[in-house]
């Protein structure tokens, strides 16, 4: 059974970086089967797509956020992560890490909180 | 952008039929998925690939795609399916778009 953790600050100032990572167990980030996701959903709103990593490191970004997003892999510890620059209050929302298997996203972990505040 | 539109609430008495509508331009060209919500839980996926079930999903969940909606039907609707559902929208030109909910309710 894949499951997926996200860990990272609950807090980011504005202006600031916000930086997440996404620890995969019971499956390996380097499968070509598989992408690697990241997904947003501001409190009562709609679920929002940021991006995902395929395992030879080759990324989608969502055309809205794609100059602020940056998602990695690091194969080594079977992990991938999120940075996105410059947030505001806008960006507050909880962030999932997610598993995309062909058109589906089959595995979510529990997602985390990020609040944007001075 | 590519825009989904949902009803944003439904009610179904137990044991009927609920029918959630998703609406997009030209959608049936696109894959259609849907998720279940539940307040404080991460999404489940329950159709794929417009009409196709994960393993584990009851077959109570059937999915349909054609024309500019997709829609997902609970047949047999029970307490436990309460909970937000969220359609998404797939090509290799919008990636994912979702949504913006529905909540079913079963009284």
């Known amino acids: 059974q894949v499951q997926l953790q996200e860990s990272g600050p609950g807090l980011v100032k504005p202006s600031e970086t916000l930086s997440l990572t996404c620890s995969v167990s019971?499956?390996?980030?380097?499968?070509?089967?598989?992408?690697w996701s990241w997904i947003r959903q501001p409190p009562g709103k709609r679920l929002e797509w940021i991006g995902f990593?395929?395992?030879?490191?080759?990324?989608t970004y969502s055309p809205s956020l794609q100059s602020r997003v940056t998602i990695s892999l690091d194969t080594s510890k079977n992990q991938f992560s999120l940075k996105l620059s410059s947030v505001t209050a806008a960006d507050a929302a909880v962030y999932y890490c997610?598993?995309?298997?062909?058109?589906?996203?089959?595995?979510w972990g529990q997602g985390t909180l990020v609040t944007v505040s001075s | 952008s590519y825009e989904l539109t949902q009803p944003p609430s439904v009610s179904v008495s137990p044991g009927q039929t609920a029918t959630i509508t998703c609406s997009g331009d030209?959608?049936?060209?696109?894959?259609a998925c849907w998720y279940q919500q539940k307040p404080g839980q991460s999404p489940v996926l329950v159709i794929y690939?417009?009409?196709k079930r994960p393993s584990g999903i009851p077959e109570r969940f059937s999915g349909s795609n054609s024309g500019n909606t997709a829609t997902l039907t609970i047949s047999g609707t029970q307490a436990m399916d309460e909970a937000d559902y969220y359609c998404?929208?797939?090509?290799?030109?919008?990636?994912?778009?979702f949504g913006p909910g529905t909540t079913v309710t079963v009284l």
């Open positions: 997610a598993r995309r298997e062909g058109v589906g996203i089959d595995y």
């Open positions: 019971g499956g390996s980030v380097s499968s070509a089967s598989y992408y």
């Open positions: 990593i395929y395992y030879t490191g080759s990324t």
């Open positions: 690939q417009d009409t």
């Open positions: 998404q929208a797939w090509d290799s030109s919008t990636f994912y778009v």
């Open positions: 030209k959608l049936g060209n696109k894959y």
